[in-house]
């Protein structure tokens, strides 16, 4: 349908302007009953939008900053791949100070979704010592020996308790105030081992060195596996160690 499947939220809801966003989405701020929301087009199935737009309203009610969907004018919480959200203010964060915040922040948002159940379609890093796809991940398109790497340095999250991660944590994805620190893109939000989200500058999330290492083992290889194809992904199989 596109973008005229805007005017579900109302005859006044427009486009204002483009948005930098995921690279699978087309993200624009837009007008819906005269305020500035976020409009999100993409191509997610209504099962993974249900998880999402679900698991944010969740959240919101817990009192975690996040963005909400905002109805449709018949009460849905998207259509035709589209979600409108709250706009939220802030800017990334910039010292050690915020980064500790933000880990706080994604220590709350870990223990809000114990026992969450996954997202439709998607498989945790433990899941793919076993499973070879999952999502946007492919294991047979990666090359067999850093495929060996990868499963052994999620092999180390074994038995951890999961639930639901970010998954991309990056100081765009940050909006912090003076009073709150919220999260969005939840794009690559899945149920996961808690360290995925937790390998922060500074290690700001204050792991010991084992904890850290793991951690960061585990994530350059679930972002080389979900970005197989890239000069990043590459970048990100290098870092994990042969076994």
Known sequence: MGWETLGRWGDDAVRVEPLTGGVANDVWTVRVGGRLAVGRLGSRSDADLAWETGLLQHLDRAGLAVPTPIPAR?????????VVMTYLEGGPPESPADWRRVAGTLRELHRLTRDWPQRPGWRSST???HAATGTR?????MPA?????CRAAW???AG???CVVHGDPNPGNIRMTASQVALIDWDEAHVDVPALDLVLPGNAAGLDDG?????AQASAAWEAA???GDEYAVKRLAEVRAV
């Open 74 to 82: 018949d009460g849905r919480l998207f259509a035709d791949g589209l």
């Open 127 to 129: 899941d793919l010592l």
């Open 137 to 141: 991940i492919d294991l047979g398109a």
């Open 145 to 149: 020996e850093g495929v060996v790497r």
């Open 155 to 157: 092999a180390r999250l």
């Open 160 to 162: 951890h308790q999961t």
């Open 211 to 215: 904890a850290y290492d793991i951690a």
């Open 226 to 228: 979900v970005c197989w």
